[in-house]
């Protein structure tokens, strides 16, 4: 079951397809992670992920892009 609450604490992450690494670009809820993922370009945005304490999704998925 995916916690998608707004107020859910979660991770958003940016993935490098090239080399593989994750890079951390906030901690906090779900709403805060909503909205600075929404400021970045869309080339970073196609590799965001948001990380909850029992799922994983990506970003584009969640917002249903």
Not at 17 to 34: K, P, V
Not at 36 to 44: F, Q, S
């Amino acid at each position: 079951m995916r916690s998608t609450g707004d107020s859910v604490s979660v991770r958003l992450y940016h993935l490098d397809g090239d080399e593989g690494a994750a890079t951390t670009l906030f901690y906090g809820s779900m709403t805060e992670a909503l909205e600075i993922a929404a400021l970045e370009p869309e080339e970073v945005q196609d590799g965001l992920f948001i990380a909850t304490d029992n799922d994983v999704i990506a970003y584009l998925d969640l917002i249903d892009y």
